[in-house]
C-alpha cells in the first residue's frame, strides 16, 4: 500500500507540472478544437469522462459529507487526474494500511 501511495503522489506531482506546463506555454482554446477535430481526440474525451463519472462515483460513495463530495467533483473537473491522485494519497494516508477503508472509507 505504501508504494501505491507515493506513486499516486508522484502522479499529482507530474500532472500539476504539466498542467502548469500546458497553460504558460500553449493556448487552450486553440489546441483544444484540434484535438476535438480528430477522431481519437474525441475518443480520448469519451474515455476521459467515463473515467471521470467512474471515479467521482467512488469519491460520492467514500464521502459522507456531500460538500466535500462537490468539492473534491468540482477539482476533479477541473483539473483531472491530478486530483485523482491527491485523493488516491489522501485515501491510502488515511487508510493507514486497512484496504477495506482504503476502497469504502467512513462507511467501515
Known amino acids: 500500500m505504501k508504494t501505491a501511495k507515493y506513486i499516486a503522489l508522484l502522479g499529482f506531482i507530474i500532472m500539476t507540472v504539466s498542467i502548469i506546463y ?48 462537490l468539492a473534491w467533483f468540482f477539482l476533479l473537473l477541473v483539473f483531472g487526474a491530478a486530483t485523482a491522485c491527491l485523493y488516491l494519497y489522501i485515501a491510502f494516508d488515511r487508510s493507514k494500511g486497512n484496504w477495506e477503508q482504503f476502497w469504502i472509507g467512513k462507511s467501515t
Do not use: C, H, P, V
Open 22 to 69: 500546458g497553460f504558460m506555454y500553449s493556448n487552450f482554446s486553440a489546441d483544444g478544437s484540434q484535438i476535438i477535430a480528430l477522431t481519437w481526440g474525441k475518443i480520448t474525451l469519451i474515455d476521459i469522462y467515463f473515467m471521470f463519472f467512474i471515479f467521482s462515483g467512488w469519491i460520492y460513495y467514500r464521502e459522507q459529507n456531500n460538500m466535500k463530495f
